[in-house]
């Protein structure tokens, strides 16, 4: 009785959907799999059924006939715009179907149209949906990452975006549904966009990376050529970069933190957090994240270029030159404890620096971040950030030293690198002092936990009603 009551529950469970794919590139075969291990019957529809390919085991393949596209209700379309011409010919069979437009194009405003609207307008009994277009035939293969997880659609119909978003679902995807297929054209250019939150943070580091290696060019080599009759060119790849380095790493350092301050003077000045702050501070304060790694990139790069130092030739002939010199004129150097002091307390700072530093870029890494509490996360990022700003700072003033009042330190009268480098963290630090001062951090608390400050005008205007 139970073999056969087994049986009975067999034979009336239902039968596992039919989905069709047309095309059978990589981003299809890569679809179909995943259909496959998701509960689905897979069908494609080729050109060349016999010669397309290795397919996901358990599909089914056919031409591009009335058969193909009449064995499902929803027909994934994975070819480019340009072989869509053939789909007219199966408008009859197509009608009242969902068509799922995975395409992209090489490039913005290719088209006059959207391809999901050319596609709409070729089969107007169809129901066409824009989704899919932002995975990669990768993504697919390996199992969605939290970088592409997200599935954008969009459509006119809301059975149908219903129909691909249970599918969606069912591949453990996330849907976001964009609206009507007026926002296809959004869609297909969100995979064309090359690192868009980068490009204001990589223009920064280029533009300070470029304006302090030829101020550092001039101040040093041009300046020992022209003054000294020297020639110490050989000193611009690594003197002159490891200078370059920390000096963009501590500025974009000091740039992520510097919008917070901003926005706390901001709200102590409306006396609220209801009011919105200017755009390009929004923006500033979007971008922090790639802010801090491209600083943590540059120091990075100090690091390397630091440890080099004992084996480049130039050193090691000047220790050499030295010791030949002081041997032959019968003299010692004196040791200094002040200068040992202070080269210690800088190396020390350095390294303090750099360790939270690195500790800033690991906690921004999602799998990381994600295991964090709220509360543990803003400890790391704020207030770990600060001291790692303070580290560094401290490193860069121990640098300079006594030479911060040397006349010789100030070439052609220029100050160094180091010393413009330490403005706007200086800044920073001192703005941060007054806001964590009790009486400001008070209010400013408070507004941010919702309290507004009244207008006296606007009190007097409501006694006088």
Avoid at 169 to 175: D, H, I, Q, S, W
Avoid at 182 to 207: G, Y
């Amino acid at each position: 009785t139970l073999v056969s009551h087994i049986s009975v529950q067999l034979s009336t469970a239902p039968e596992q959907e039919l989905l069709c794919i047309f095309g059978t590139g990589d981003f299809g075969r890569s679809l179909g799999q995943r259909l496959l291990q998701s509960g689905y019957r897979v069908v494609y529809g080729s050109r060349r059924p016999h010669s397309c390919g290795p397919l996901p085991q358990g599909a089914q393949v056919m031409s591009h006939t009335a058969a193909a596209a009449q064995s499902a209700s929803l027909v994934f379309v994975c070819i480019h715009r340009e072989h869509y011409d053939f789909l007219e010919t199966l408008a009859p069979e197509l009608k009242g179907k969902v068509l799922v437009d995975v395409s992209n194009n090489l490039k913005k405003n290719l088209y006059p149209e959207a391809n999901a609207e050319y596609l709409q307008r070729l089969i107007p009994g169809a129901h066409v949906v824009k989704a899919f277009n932002t995975l990669s035939a990768w993504a697919l293969q390996n199992g969605p990452s939290d970088a592409s997880r997200q599935v954008y659609l969009c459509g006119n119909s809301a059975e149908a975006k219903e129909a691909v978003s249970e599918v969606a679902t069912k591949l453990g995807l996330t849907v976001l549904d964009r609206g009507s297929l007026t926002a296809a054209r959004e869609l297909e250019d969100f995979p064309l966009q090359l690192f868009p939150e980068w490009r204001l943070p990589l223009r920064l580091a280029a533009s300070l990376a470029a304006a302090f290696f030829f101020y550092l060019l001039i101040r040093d080599v041009v300046y020992a050529y022209a003054e000294e009759g020297k020639d110490i060119s050989f000193r611009i790849m690594v003197s002159l970069a490891n200078k370059v380095f920390p000096i963009v790493s501590l500025i974009m350092l000091a740039l992520c933190y510097l919008p917070g301050v901003i926005a706390a003077f901001l709200q102590l000045y409306r006396g609220t957090k209801y009011k919105r702050f200017p755009d390009w501070l929004d923006r500033w304060m979007l971008c922090r994240k790639q802010l801090g790694l491209l600083a943590l990139a540059f120091a990075s790069l100090h690091v390397l270029y630091t440890l080099i130092i004992p084996i480049r030739y130039y050193v090691r002939f000047k220790i050499a030159e030295s010791t030949i010199s002081k041997i032959k004129e019968n003299k010692t150097s004196v040791f200094d404890t002040t200068l040992a002091w202070r080269a210690d307390s800088y190396y020390s700072m350095g390294i303090l620096g750099y360790a939270l530093y690195v500790l800033l870029g690991i906690t921004s890494l999602p799998s990381v971040s994600n295991a964090l509490s709220w509360r543990e996360f803003s400890f790391i990022q704020s207030k770990l950030g600060y001291l790692t700003l303070f580290f560094c700072t401290l490193h860069t003033y121990l640098y300079g030293g006594s030479r911060f009042l040397s006349p010789s330190t100030y070439k052609w009268y220029t100050p160094p690198g180091y010393i413009l480098s330490l403005v706007v963290p200086s800044v920073v630090l001192v703005l941060k002092l007054l806001i964590i001062l009790p009486c400001v951090d008070r209010t400013l608390t408070r507004i941010r936990r919702g309290w507004e400050r009244t207008d006296p005008e606007d009190d007097t205007k409501k006694s006088k009603h």
